[in-house]
């Protein structure tokens, strides 16, 4: 995984090989079927071994070839995770993504893209067919914990970990999960514990790099009683870092009870490899 806050994968060493022992090839992932679940989010259904799929997520670093090339010059992995790119042109980039739903049994990831407009990523991911192929560099865990009250907050871009955390969620659990999307045509069905409020926010023509939906609507939330709760955010840059600075300071929660990552950044590709 490539979070902004923490330091990207280090770029190369030229001249490592496929003999030399110290890396390994990345995983490929193959397209086996596209739809579009709403209009700026494409589901990509991708197939790999049972092991493969069952280790892939639920983050994933994955590694973008141009559309249509289907023999990419795929970097290799270091034994320490870094990735070892090859010397020249490659034409990969290297982006986080989250595994929808994984299926080991079928051999089988989901994963969803958002169709922004620009970019490595949202540009493969607009024109994939089935045989188009992906590679996998890393997989981490999405940073929830398990908590008696719940707040989840993320934009389109994190609607597909909000949903695993919700599915992974006890059924007594209670909370708010405030989803920002375009408008009602973008919101999706999620199932969640009863006690957890599903609050969609429009951004109604607003540009996803100019709202302050999410920061606005956790500064109007009060703190719920008591130490057993958890918050989950995820969404463009700046406004995580606001929301982060709101729950450390007026809810005072500690270290342990949120976990915050910038998953987009207005203005500026994710990751130097790319
Ligand atoms: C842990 C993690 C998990 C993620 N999971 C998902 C996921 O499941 N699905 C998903 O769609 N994204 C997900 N993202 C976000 C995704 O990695 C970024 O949106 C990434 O920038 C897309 O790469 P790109 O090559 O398309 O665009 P980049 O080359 O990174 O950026 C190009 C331009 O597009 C803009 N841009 C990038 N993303 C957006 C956006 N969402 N809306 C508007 N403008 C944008 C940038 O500001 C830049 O100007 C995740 C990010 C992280 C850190």
Known sequence: MAPIEEPAPTAAEPGAGAADPAVRPVDV?????????????????????????????????????????????????????????????????????????QDPSAGEIDVDFVLHGDGPAAS??????????????????????????????????????????????APDTRGVALLEVAGPQEEQPLAAPAGVELRWLHRAGTAPEASTLLVDAVAALSRPPGEDLFAWVGAESAVVRAVRADLRGRWGLRRGQHHAIGYWRAGRAMSPAG
């Open 29 to 101: 992932l193959r397209v086996t079927s596209v739809q579009d679940v709403t209009r700026a989010v494409r589901r990509v259904t991708l197939t790999a071994s049972a092991a493969v799929v069952a280790a892939c997520g639920p983050t994933m670093s994955l590694l973008v070839p141009r559309p249509d090339d289907r023999s990419p010059r795929w970097p290799q992995v270091a034994r320490d995770g870094r990735i070892v790119w090859p010397q020249g042109s490659h034409g990969v980039a290297l982006r986080s993504y989250t595994a929808r739903r």
């Open 124 to 169: 493969w991911a607009a024109s994939a067919q089935p045989g188009a192929v992906l590679g996998l560099a890393s997989a981490a865990p999405l940073g929830a914990s398990p908590a008696g009250w719940l707040l989840l907050a993320g934009d389109e871009t994190a609607l597909p970990a909000i949903s695993r955390i919700l599915a992974a969620a």
